[in-house]
């Protein structure tokens, strides 16, 4: 693998299916990694396989949505390994995933608690990391976004408003901390499938979700955002900012 990232100090917020797939190919391309999730456990399983295999890389407790885990976690980036470069938001609350809830049906409560993870924690997850890159004379944020911020979906109308909403925030961080040599850009996954989830990726919903996609022979695996998102970190990004990547096999095509 190349190592586009050696030198570089990394944290990625939120583990899970894509999150530790991204850990992974950070320090596998030479990165020092922090990987916090909300759940410890799970972000410390895939460090120490990173770190099994060669990677240098440390796990962390994150709640996204509290000042003071946020801090916590980028003076963990720099009393291991000495600053920050790269921040990858990329936790999520899913609370009208999965029922058919639309804009009459979600319950306020499940409304305000995704809307203080997804779009008040990447607030906060952003004031958190900036000080510390501009330090180091600059960096790359990248935002996992979704397809859902412009597919005008039926379901899942906080997702799509909290999906939406980061883009401003990527677009606002772009121009105004572009001179402090911040870059910041956002990924939109199509449907990603998760390895430990058969049970929600069947194959009956496998087919349906490929009949919109450009792409007929798969659907999205982890790795394919993660490459994106190595891009983005890397120097081959240098002059790349304020974007959206679809990364979603064509699933959606916008100008
Ligand atoms: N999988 C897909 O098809 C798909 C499609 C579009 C976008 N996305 C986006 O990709 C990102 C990763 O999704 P995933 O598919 O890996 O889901 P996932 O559920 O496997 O991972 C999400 C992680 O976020 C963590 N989390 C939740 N609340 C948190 C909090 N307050 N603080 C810290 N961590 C918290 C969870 O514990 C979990 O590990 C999300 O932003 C999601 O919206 C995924």
Not at 123 to 131: H, I
Not at 232 to 239: E, I, N, P, R, V
Request: with cysteine; hydrophobic share 40%.
């Amino acid at each position: 693998m190349v190592r586009r990232l050696d030198g570089k100090v990394i944290l990625v917020a939120g583990a899970g299916a894509i999150g530790n797939e991204l850990a992974s190919r950070y320090a596998a391309e030479g990165a020092s990694v922090v990987l916090g999730d909300i759940n410890e456990e799970l972000a410390r399983s895939t460090v120490d396989r990173i770190v099994s295999e060669g990677g240098r890389a440390t796990s962390t407790h994150l709640d996204g949505s509290d000042e003071s885990s946020l801090g916590a976690a980028v003076a963990l980036c720099r009393d291991s390994y000495g600053g920050l470069d790269g921040a990858h938001l990329n936790y999520v609350a899913f609370e009208d995933n999965l029922a058919d809830n639309g804009v009459m049906e979600l319950d306020l409560a499940s409304f305000d608690r995704l809307m203080h993870v997804n779009v008040r924690g990447f607030f906060l997850a952003t004031r958190a990391v900036l000080p510390e890159m501009i330090k180091r004379g600059g960096g790359s944020i990248v935002y996992t976004s979704s397809t859902a911020a412009f597919d005008g979906g039926r379901q899942r109308v906080a997702y799509a408003i909290s999906k939406t909403a980061i883009l401003a925030l990527m677009r606002h961080v772009s121009t105004r901390h572009g001179p402090d040599g911040i870059r910041a850009n956002a990924i939109a996954p199509g449907f990603i499938a998760w390895p430990n989830r058969p049970d929600i990726y069947t194959p009956e919903i496998v087919e349906h979700a490929k009949l919109g996609q450009r792409i007929k022979s798969r659907i999205g695996h982890p790795n394919d955002i993660a490459a994106m998102g190595a891009h983005l970190m890397s120097d081959d990004g240098a002059f790349i900012t304020g974007q959206t990547f679809a990364v979603d096999g064509g699933l959606t095509m916008r100008p």
